[in-house]
């Protein structure tokens, strides 16, 4: 499929205000540049497949319909025309708020209408949901590997476009190298991007996924972790160690915590070596630590 015009570049370039159009009272009936703005029933609109955004917080969910039960629902949905009765409706950008507007039982919901082809649409939800943080990284890189797939986007253009820089496109795309099992846990936010990211490549990578939550590692954690795994200089390997703990080691590192009333994790080396890290959330017990190594005691 042909890339890109630069018509097409230019109006995605404006950002999310133009695309949707501005707001505009809800009983009144216009026709602004961007689309037709009107009242619909809210069971005439149906979920886009082309919505990155598969994951939605049922506790984010409630709140928004409360949200919308007091105050009513401000911003209009973006949708398209779906078939030929020109009853229907698909929704480009908004599902989140009207699945919250179901929840508040509502019936009727503004939309502004807007004939979009495939692509206007995919892109119109992309660049929404990015620019309101909605999406988790598998979400943002499926997103994006859909438009370079689907429609030729290069990834300097589509950077350009989402107001991303290139190199956070192509880490975010490299996510998708993950297992799928990996993948799940970003999804559910039990595992960072950040964490992902240094997971890419490694062939232990669900193995250090779940180990990663069951210890509770942060990134630094992890990438020191990995730094103490790297071959030496001499051009031999040293062993790879395990992240798996066996019970004495976790007794240790429940022994020290408990010592100095902060988590100790222990991250074991080849050749009996290691690392110990200690995690401090304030400068007191920042202090605290460091009184006790410096007296001794």
Same mark, same amino acid.
């Given at each position: ?5 630069? =018509? ?13 159009? #501005? ?14 703005? +009107?009242?619909?029933?809210?069971? $005439?609109? %149906? ?5 990155? $955004?598969?994951? @939605? ?42 699945? =919250? ?11 502004? &209408?807007?004939?979009?082809? #495939? ?82 490549? +490694?062939?232990?990578?669900?193995? &250090?996924?779940?180990?990663?939550? %069951?210890?509770?590692?942060?990134? +630094? ?28 080691? +976790?007794?240790?590192? $429940? ?23 200690? $995690?401090? %959330? ?8 460091? %009184?006790? @190594?410096?007296?001794?005691?």
């Amino acid at each position: 499929m042909a890339a890109p015009t630069p =018509a097409q570049k230019n109006r995605l370039g404006r950002g999310l205000a133009s695309l949707i159009g #501005d707001n505009v009272p809800v009983n009144a009936r216009v026709l602004p540049g961007h689309g037709e703005q +009107r009242m619909v029933p809210i069971d $005439r609109l %149906k979920p886009s497949p082309y919505n990155p $955004r598969k994951n @939605f917080n049922e506790a984010e969910l409630e709140e928004l319909a409360t949200s919308i039960r007091e105050r009513g629902l401000v911003q209009p949905l973006v949708v398209r025309p779906l078939g030929t009765s020109g009853l229907e409706y698909e929704i480009v950008a908004g599902e989140r708020r009207w699945r =919250a507007a179901q929840r508040a039982s509502l019936h009727l919901i503004p939309v502004i &209408v807007r004939p979009l082809s #495939d692509q206007e649409a995919l892109e119109i939800a992309i660049i929404e949901n990015v620019q309101r943080a909605d999406l988790n990284a598998i979400e943002e890189a499926t997103g994006y590997r859909d438009l370079i797939d689907r429609f030729g986007y290069k990834q300097e253009e589509l950077a350009e476009i989402i107001g991303k820089s290139r190199s956070h496109l192509a880490n975010t795309m490299r996510l998708l190298k993950l297992p799928e099992s990996v993948q799940k846990l970003v999804r559910s936010g039990e595992l960072s991007a950040g964490h992902a990211r240094a997971l890419v490549g +490694r062939e232990d990578a669900e193995t &250090v996924a779940k180990e990663i939550i %069951k210890q509770g590692l942060n990134v +630094r954690d992890v990438e020191a972790l990995f730094q103490s795994k790297r071959p030496s200089s001499s051009g031999g390997s040293s062993a790879v160690p395990t992240l798996a703990k066996d019970a004495d080691l +976790r007794a240790v590192e $429940r022994e020290m915590s408990d010592a100095l009333g902060l988590t100790v994790v222990v991250i074991p080396g080849a050749n009996n070596t290691g690392e110990i890290l200690i $995690r401090y %959330k304030t400068l007191d017990q920042f202090e605290s630590v460091r %009184k006790r @190594f410096v007296s001794g005691a």
